[in-house]
């Protein structure tokens, strides 16, 4: 019997740049549409996200029996955007959270009272529970797996407690775990604690506690100690994939060393939020990409003695520095936040990489998610081969 050719999708993290992946996934279903596909139609098989990409990962998931509607209402959510709604943004909000934390860090040593109750993060992302719980209908997402609309989901965390990074799936299909260095899966009842877990940016919002094999440890963003945000996906059984970036995936070389000056704590928090945030996904494209060429000069009898096998993948990822659209928008935020971030230079043009992640206003979103949609109608030809539509038919109108 044949078995058709599994597509993956792969959601990477972000935080507020996964409006990015949303732009892209619009243009992209309109191009299938165009070419004679319906909108109800689910092209991905396998769902994989991470961080932000995680929610937006498992809100699709929940809608492979429609996943045009899904997209649409995830494609609302990203567009009416307020920060409120990931994270208590009033004075007083503020400052239980990150006025008490920085206070923390600075004079918490002479305090002892905040040894026994320390603040757990710079933001309190309570809000985000009930968005969560509002847009993401688990039952369907196990009616979806069970009538085989979709293959399997995977959404991973870091976990503070072990020191491993975990991807959590759940399927229907008999597929065995994978443990490779520092990395591990586990079948799992994909839930709001895990979405809490995957988006937990360091340091900004709190660990969530999840039990991994009866044992409970607090994890934090999937995007940290991510070596292969690509191998999910491989391993639930894709056989092509689609990968969509949250940061620009090569950087021109920087010609500002003669008026350098010296970083702003946003500027290295930024940095090191790109380190973790976008990094990987380059690296593990290269590795894709090394591995593919390899099988391509093997013969079949030597490519029946590996396990490795060529993966099709099609990469989109933004065209533009997203710090830099962020830079024009950090005056959408709510005062509180717009105070504290500016203490540390986050509302600055060389600090804005640090509010790129943060800024979960509707003016940034919407920019982020048009962007999207440019660079993937620009690759029109690319999302057709890669789907199998080599030329679109004309578009019928009654």
Not at 24 to 53: F, M, Q
Not at 151 to 158: E, G
Not at 161 to 182: K, L, V
Not at 353 to 362: Q, V
């Amino acid at each position: 019997m044949h078995n058709p050719k599994k597509t993956g999708l792969v959601l990477t993290g972000g935080g507020a740049r996964g409006a990015y992946q949303v732009g892209v996934l619009k243009a992209v279903s309109d191009i299938l549409c165009e070419a004679g596909w319906t909108a109800e139609r689910n092209p991905y098989d396998i769902i994989c996200g991470t961080s932000a990409g995680a929610i937006n990962a498992t809100a699709l998931a929940c809608h492979a029996d429609n996943f045009g509607e899904g997209l649409q209402m995830v494609l609302k959510i990203w567009e009416n955007f307020s920060v409120e709604q990931v994270y208590r943004a009033d004075s007083l909000g503020v400052l239980r959270s990150g006025a008490r934390w920085l206070s923390l860090l600075s004079f918490g040593w002479l305090l002892r009272r905040w040894h026994a109750n320390p603040p757990n993060s710079l933001l309190d992302n309570t809000p985000l529970v009930t968005l969560l719980n509002r847009m993401l209908n688990f039952p369907r997402l196990d009616a979806a797996l069970l009538d085989g609309k979709l293959h399997a989901l995977a959404v991973t965390a870091s976990s503070y407690t072990g020191g491993q990074h975990i991807t959590f799936y759940q399927s229907e299909a008999d597929i065995a775990p994978w443990i490779r260095t520092q990395r591990v899966s586990m079948r799992a009842q994909i839930g709001v604690e895990h979405l809490l877990a995957s988006s937990a940016i360091p340091l900004m919002f709190p660990a969530t506690p999840l039990y991994c094999d009866g044992r409970r440890e607090f994890c934090g963003d999937g995007s940290m100690r991510q070596l292969a945000p690509i191998s999910p996906a491989i391993h639930l059984g894709a056989d092509k994939v689609f990968v969509i970036g949250a940061g620009r995936l090569h950087e021109p070389a920087s010609d500002s060393a003669a008026t350098a000056r010296y970083p702003s704590l946003a500027q290295i928090a930024g940095h090191a939020m790109s380190s973790i945030f976008l990094d990987s996904l380059a690296v593990d494209i290269e590795r894709m990409n090394r591995i593919n060429l390899t099988l391509s000069v093997l013969s079949a009898a030597q490519r029946s003695q590996t396990q490795l096998r060529p993966v099709e993948m099609l990469i989109i990822a933004p065209s533009q520095r997203l710090d830099e659209i962020a830079s024009r928008h950090t005056g959408s935020l709510p005062k509180p936040i717009r105070m504290m971030l500016a203490g540390i230079g986050a509302t600055e043009v060389r600090g804005a990489a640090l509010a790129s992640y943060l800024l979960f206003e509707s003016s940034y979103t919407s920019e982020l998610i048009a962007l999207g949609e440019r660079d993937a109608l620009a690759r029109r030809a690319d999302v057709l081969a890669f789907f199998g539509v080599a030329t679109a038919p004309p578009q019928s109108r009654s």
